[in-house]
């Protein structure tokens, strides 16, 4: 078994192919939930919610495709770039999703895990190895 094909991998490929399906149908279902952490300076912040909810369901199958696997995870981990000025601003304006606000001991580690979900999405989708030792020719 090659190290792209090991159990950890698979394992935490489904894990993060189930969070961001699940995410996406969150923003699709409720995008009002959403609009208020959309940085002001985001065009058409309704459409951009909805947009991100049908990446994220994209990105949450091509994941578990062979073919599109590479691709799914270079292109999810530039969406985990892309939407931490969302995240940040949740955090600093303390905007309550819901109607329930979330102090500091949800957004600060929320905010520090935010390069896990970038190293997450690029492992997963097998482009990185790192910490778990080089790529091995085939």
């Not at 959403?34 to 991100?52: N, Y």
């Not at 578990?64 to 955090?91: E, F, Q, S």
Request: glycine share 10%; net charge positive.
């Amino acid at each position: 078994m090659t190290i792209t094909q090991s159990p950890n991998r698979w394992i935490m490929r489904g894990l993060l192919a189930v969070f961001y399906a699940y995410a996406g149908f969150v923003h699709l279902r409720s995008p009002e939930f959403f609009l208020p952490i959309v940085p002001g300076w985001v065009p058409e912040p309704k459409f951009v919610v909805i947009a991100t909810g049908l990446c994220e369901i994209a990105g949450a199958i091509a994941l578990m495709t062979g073919r599109l696997r590479y691709a799914a995870g270079v292109m999810l981990a530039l969406y985990a770039v892309c939407v931490y000025p969302a995240n940040i601003k949740h955090a600093l304006d303390s905007i309550a999703i819901g109607g329930t606000k979330l102090g500091w001991g949800y957004h600060g580690p929320r905010l520090a895990f935010q390069p896990v979900f970038v190293w997450w999405a690029l492992f997963a989708g097998a482009v990185i190895d790192w910490p778990f030792g080089r790529r091995r020719a085939a």
